[in-house]
T-cell receptor
Framework: GQNIDQPTEMTATEGAIVQINCTYQ??????LFWYQQHAGEAPTFLSY??LDGLEEKGRFSSFLSRSKGYSYLLLKELQMKDSASYLC??????????WGAGTKLIIKP | DGGITQSPKYLFRKEGQNVTLSCEQN?????MYWYRQDPGQGLRLIYY???????QKGDIAEGYSVSREKKESFPLTVTSAQKNPTAFYLC??????????????FGAGSRLTVL
């Protein structure tokens, strides 16, 4: 079966750095997405990786290793508004999105 | 501003009733999707449509129905056959189905509670 694993919940301190991991086992791979979702709101696009390596966008970076079936989202200089759930999703061989359950990130002052 | 509008935001239903959730987009996207989100689970695909007058079942289509009569609109009906309909429903659209970098734009969601 297809599987996406993410930690259920993480806690970090304002101003710090946090890394949210995502491991996957899917039938084929055509890219990996990270979305941010504040409670009760719509998910919003953060990043897309299809090649190995690190993609940086301001305070957020996303890394991919296809051989290890692994990705992480790195958030720097954490702000209170970063408190949200972070969803990892993989595009499989049929171009269908397989979603992880999401990681709830709690930022403390 | 372009986007996706879902309505209603909150909906209460009695058991045995059908309800319809509205989804409208003005992004000129070809593909539209309906997802269900439950606590502790990933998004699960109910139905999707890549072109007008055509749609496909997702992983959990039983008890749901859709139509795609216009490019802009993709309403979802939750029928009385859906055994556990209480959930958060998300509509999404994308410009280019069938490609890897197919970024979804989501609506704000509709929360359905069955009394």
């Amino acid at each position: 079966g297809q599987n996406i694993d993410q930690p259920t919940e993480m806690t970090a301190t304002e101003g710090a750095i946090v890394q949210i991991n995502c491991t996957y086992q899917t039938s084929g791979f055509n890219g990996l997405f990270w979305y941010q979702q504040h409670a009760g709101e719509a998910p919003t696009f953060l990043s897309y990786n299809v090649l190995d390596g690190l993609e940086e966008k301001g305070r957020f970076s996303s890394f991919l290793s296809r051989s290890k079936g692994y990705s992480y989202l790195l958030l720097k200089e954490l702000q209170m508004k970063d408190s949200a759930s972070y969803l990892c999703a993989v595009v499989d061989s049929n171009y269908q999105l397989i979603w992880g359950a999401g990681t709830k990130l709690i930022i403390k002052p | 501003d372009g986007g996706i509008t879902q309505s209603p935001k909150y909906l209460f239903r009695k058991e045995g009733q059908n309800v319809t959730l509205s989804c409208e987009q003005n992004l000129n996207h070809d593909a539209m999707y309906w997802y269900r989100q439950d606590p502790g689970q990933g998004l699960r695909l109910i139905y999707y449509s890549q072109i007008v007058n055509d749609f496909q079942k997702g992983d959990i289509a039983e008890g749901y129905s859709v139509s795609r009569e216009k490019k802009e609109s993709f309403p979802l009906t939750v029928t009385s056959a859906q055994k556990n309909p209480t959930a958060f429903y998300l509509c999404a659209s994308s410009p280019s189905p069938g490609s890897g970098a197919n970024v979804l734009t989501f609506g704000a969601g509709s929360r359905l509670t069955v009394l």
